[in-house]
């Protein structure tokens, strides 16, 4: 009986490591100095650190000042899509930091946040 339920356990910790899982390249997105109403592009790397293919549902900037746009096709395991965002700086001079929320069919984490931080000068 103890060797039955030693691989149950087992078994139910296989499934859960190999659900599709999102990695992101970093938890920030730095665009250092942009001018004052300018557009610049940024991409977050996003990977599937898990065995099944990851979908990215959608993806939500904070603000309308920053667009993106991503994979609508299923990330394989171990593969790597990409997340590129524009960012359109405003009118006012000064650090800003904006978030970027990725919804996925990640079981464990549907959720992922990363910033897109920099600084609007003249």
């Given at each position: 009986m103890?060797?039955?339920?030693?691989?149950?356990?087992?078994a139910l910790g296989i499934a859960n490591v190999?659900?599709?899982q999102i990695g992101l390249a970093s938890e920030n997105v730095e665009l250092g100095n942009v001018a004052v109403g300018s557009k610049t592009n940024a991409v977050m790397v996003i990977k599937n650190?898990?065995?099944?293919?990851?979908?990215?549902?959608k993806v939500q900037p904070s603000c309308g000042c920053t667009v993106p746009s991503f994979p609508t096709e299923p990330i394989a395991p171990g593969k790597?899509?990409?997340i590129k965002i524009q960012y359109a700086?405003?009118?006012v001079e000064?650090?800003?930091?904006k978030t970027v929320t990725i919804y996925s069919n990640d079981e464990k984490s549907p959720r992922k946040i990363f910033r897109v931080?920099?600084?609007?000068v003249k």
């Open positions: 103890k060797k039955l339920l030693i691989v149950a356990g087992f190999s659900a599709q650190e898990g065995s099944k293919p990851l979908i990215i549902q790597t899509g990409e700086a405003g009118n000064g650090d800003f930091s931080k920099g600084k609007t």
